[in-house]
C-alpha cells in the first residue's frame, strides 16, 4: 500500500492540464457500443481500473475489445444476445458502477452470471438493483451481510428460461441514484413493454443521453422521469463511435486546489459539464471561488467545456436537497476546502454518501480531523467549522479514491509535510492525479 506526501503551503498553482476521461460516461460508452449492432471506436477513456473491470468484464462475455491507442478502444458490438456465459466469477473490483450496471444487462440473458468484488465492494448495498430487477421477473440472488435484509456481493443474476422476457415496469425509486436508474434501463432493452423509472431527485443522466444518441426509444417524460418502451423497435441500438470527456469529478480536485492555494491560476480543457454532474462548480462558486466555463460546446450528446479557476478567499456554505445530488461525489473535497473557509459548512441529505466506497460521512471527518479541523458527524451529513487553523497530520483514505485526493487537496493548503496512507486506489478514478498536481507546482510525490 503506498503513500502520497504533499508539502503544503508553498507556492501558486499555475498551468494548463486535462484530465482522464469521466468515469461514469466511459463505463456507459464501452457497455452500449459493446450490445450495439456493429464495430465502434470508443475514445477518451481515462485508463482508470474501475472503467479497465468493466471492458475485462465485457471481454469474458465474449465480446471483442481491441486496444486502439492510449484511452481507444475498438468494440465488436454484435448485439445484446451475442453474449455468453462466461467462465467464472466476474470481478468488478472497487466499482459500483460496474456490478449494478452490469447486473441490468446480465439480468435478461439465459444464462447465469456471479458478479464480485474486493471487500469494500462486498460491502455496499444491493437490494437496490436486485428489487427492481426481480419485479421485472429477474433472478437476483447476493449475500447477507452488515445490514439484516440487505444484499451484498457477489450477486448471482440471470438464467432466464429460453424464449422468455423480464417485464417492463414502472419504479419509483427511494433513492436518487443513476446506478440503479441504468441497471433498470439496462434491463428494458429486452424486456417486454415500457419501463418507468422515476427517481426522488434527479440523478446523473449519462446513460439516458447515450441511449437517445445510439437510438433506443427513450424518452424523458417529466424531470425526474424516463421511460424506455422498446414496443415496434427492433432492439439495435446504432454502432457510433463514441468521445468520453474529461472528467469534472477528476477536474473538481484541481479546481479545489486552485481556489485554495493563494495567486493560483489553471486551466482545464475538455471537460464533461452535464448539468446534472456541476453542483460542485455552484457550490464553488457560492464559497466565492472563481471558475470560468468557456468555449461549451455539445459531443456526443454531452456538454462540454473548459474550466478556467483563480484562487480566492473561500467562505462556508450550505449544500443541501437536489445540489447534494449534483454534487454527491465532490463532498468530501468541498468538506475539505470548508475547513480553510472562512465560517461554518453544513452539508445535509447526504446519507447515500455513507454507502460510497466507504463511509464518506465518517470518512471525511477521520479525514479532516487528523489535520486539525473541527467537524460534527451527523447521520446525513456533516458540519465542519471551518476557520483555517489546521495542521500537517496523517491521513489514512479508507480504501477510498475521493478521500485520499481530497485529504491531498486540504494538505496543499496546510504549512508542512502530510502524508496520505494507502493511496494505490487513486488510480480507479484519476490515474496521473499527483503528476498532474506536480506539473501544477505542488509538491506532492
Ligand atoms: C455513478 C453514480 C453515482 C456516483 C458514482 C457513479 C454512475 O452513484 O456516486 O460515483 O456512474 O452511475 P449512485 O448511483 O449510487 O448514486
Sequence with gaps: MSSLIVRGGTRPLAG?????????????????AAIADGPARVRGLSGGEDNRRTVAILRALGVAIEDDGPGALRVSGRGLDALLAAAGELDCGNSGTSIRLLSGLLASRPFVSRLGGDEYLRARPMRRVAEPLRQMGATVSGATGKKPGELYPPLTVGGLAPGKRLSGIHFDSPVASAQVKSAILLAALAAEGPTTVVEPARSRDHTERMLAALGAPLERTGDRSCTLDPRGWDRRLAARDLEVPGDLSSAAFLLGACALVPGSRVTISNVGVNPTRTG??????????TIDVEGLVQRGGEPVAELR???????????????TVRAIDELPLIAALAAHADGATTIRDAAELRVKESDRVAATAAML????????????GLVIAGGGRLRPGRVDSHGDHRIAMAGAICALAIPGETRIDDV????????????????LGAEIG
Aim: no cysteine; proline share 6%.
Design 424 to 439: 494505490d486506489n487513486i488510480a480507479t478514478s484519476f490515474p496521473g492525479f499527483a503528476a498532474t498536481l506536480a506539473e
Design 16 to 32: 494548463a492540464v486535462t484530465v482522464p476521461g469521466d468515469k461514469s460516461i466511459g463505463h456507459r460508452a464501452v457497455i452500449f
Design 280 to 289: 460542485v462548480l455552484d457550490v464553488l462558486a457560492q464559497m466565492g471561488a
Design 369 to 380: 480531523r487528523a489535520l486539525g479541523a473541527e467537524v460534527e458527524e451527523r447521520p446525513d
Design 309 to 323: 479557476g483563480r484562487a480566492a478567499p473561500l467562505r462556508g456554505v450550505e449544500v443541501a436537497g437536489e445540489l
